[in-house]
């Protein structure tokens, strides 16, 4: 089945600890999308690539980078994590068409000790 | 710009009741719509969508939602709610010109009590 793959699901780092979270998708589709989302809230949008072309939101954190070697793949980087950071990272794709229906991964819950 | 505001933070209903969740969206152009729920620790799998055509549109699980552009709303419905049910419901707007993401609302958590 077509998909989106997000790993690990679960990722525990320390305070100051840089970490990565990685997305695929076997969907082919040019837009990936990373958001957080903390406890009982809406997904906060981080940024977003269309292909290659990286579009980040204004009040996306510098702590947060994103990296997108392929279609298939996208990289979300936390330099220093924070306790703040502390959260649900869901990896979202969509075709680049119209209807941006957005699909998304099974999310990975980030503990910052 | 699209904003979405969905009305109710919380919903308890009992088991086999019907409930409906609100969603109010603004826009200057048109739009499509799209419900969105999320189990615990999963991430949002899509309900239903609206893009063009019959007003009601019906998703999986028994939900169904009606588009009325008169009242800017697409609301949620489900004649009759299952324990499982419960989980949080997003509402989301997008162009339907131009690639911009999905603008969500802040969400409604639906418990469903035995």
């Known amino acids: 089945d077509a998909m989106v793959i997000q790993n690990p699901r679960y990722q525990v780092t320390q305070f100051g600890k840089p970490v990565t979270l990685s997305c695929s998708q076997t969907?082919?589709?040019?837009?990936m999308y990373w958001y957080q989302q903390k406890s009982s809230q809406a997904p906060k949008l981080l940024f977003h690539?269309?292909?290659?072309?990286?579009?980040n939101e204004a009040d996306t954190p510098d702590n947060f980078q994103s990296r997108r070697p392929n279609t298939s793949f996208c990289f979300l980087d936390i330099r220093s994590p924070g306790l703040g950071d502390a959260a649900m990272y869901l990896c979202a794709t969509s075709t680049g068409g119209r209807p941006n229906e957005q699909f998304f991964g099974p999310g990975t819950r980030l503990t910052v000790l | 710009a699209q904003s979405v505001t969905q009305l109710d933070s919380q919903v308890p209903v009992f088991e086999e009741a019907p409930v409906e969740l609100r969603c109010n969206y603004s826009?200057?152009?048109?739009?499509?719509l799209f419900w969105y729920v999320q189990y615990p620790n999963q991430g949002l799998q899509l309900l239903l969508k609206?893009?063009?055509?019959?007003?009601l549109v019906k998703g999986i699980n028994g939900f169904e939602a009606e588009f009325n552009k008169s009242q800017t709303s697409f609301h949620l419905r489900k004649p009759s709610v299952h324990i499982s049910d419960t989980a949080e419901y997003f509402c989301a707007v997008g162009r339907n010109s131009g690639n911009t993401p999905l603008v969500f609302g802040k969400g409604t958590r639906l418990s469903v009590i035995a």
């Open positions: 690539y269309y292909d290659k072309d990286f579009n």
């Open positions: 826009s200057s152009v048109s739009v499509y």
């Open positions: 609206y893009l063009s055509g019959s007003t």
């Open positions: 969907l082919n589709h040019n837009v």
